[in-house]
């Protein structure tokens, strides 16, 4: 039975006038603005699609975004005939696929050379206010791209551009430079249950 009597209804309301104190204080506290630094890593599915839904967010604040694809290789994803068809976007399929797939190194390493290097001309133009690099911690994984030259080229950006890394296994140097990291957990997924990549929640 719910115990609706009046002294719980009078905690309650103490409780959330607390909580309302704690959250108001934390709010005035954070009086910075700055171009964010986000890794979304992690076996769990969903990264991307919460990169994609921060796209969707700063477009409806007006907002010029760019996407830049690595490693799927593919052009027939839901995300990228949604968002190439808006304007202020700008979108780049920059990998030929995965590693099994094209189970070439020397190639797969130029491939990400040359993709970062148009991600590069991405993070010095100050009209894109937040870029989503998709499936990036790959080509660092790999060996493909130096980190180093990453975080050099992160760190020199506009300073009120916002920067979207996704990918399994983020290194630590990336994890340190971000300003917020969020790990997706693997619980369980359809895949390991033979069913295949659906459209409009895999593709």
């Not at 760019?66 to 027939?76: C, E, L, N, T």
């Not at 979108?91 to 797969?108: I, K, P, S, Y």
């Not at 994984?141 to 080229?153: A, I, Q």
């Not at 340190?176 to 990291?181: G, K, S, Y």
Request: with cysteine.
């Amino acid at each position: 039975m719910t115990d609706s009597t009046p002294d719980r209804a009078q905690r309650h309301q103490k409780r959330m006038q607390r909580k309302k104190e704690v959250i108001d204080a934390a709010i005035a506290r954070a009086d910075q603005e700055k171009g964010l630094l986000l890794v979304l890593t992690g076996n769990g599915k969903g990264k991307s699609s919460s990169a994609f839904g921060m796209l969707a967010r700063a477009l409806g604040h007006g907002m010029h975004v760019g996407v830049a694809q690595f490693i799927k290789g593919r052009s027939d994803t839901g995300e990228e005939a949604f968002f190439s068809n808006q304007s202020n976007v700008v979108w780049h399929v920059l990998g030929e696929g995965f590693t099994w797939d094209t189970q070439n190194l020397a190639r797969d390493t130029e491939t990400a050379q040359q993709g970062w290097a148009i991600v590069q001309t991405m993070l010095q133009d100050p009209m894109l206010d937040l870029i989503v690099l998709d499936e990036l911690t790959y080509l660092l994984k790999y060996g493909w791209l130096d980190l180093s030259v990453v975080l050099n080229d992160l760190n020199n950006r506009p300073p009120m551009q916002h920067v979207v890394i996704t990918g399994r296994a983020a290194p630590d140097g990336l994890c340190e430079a971000a300003d917020t990291v969020t790990e997706m957990r693997d619980i369980k997924h359809a895949f390991r249950s033979g069913i295949k990549a659906q459209k409009g929640i895999d593709l």
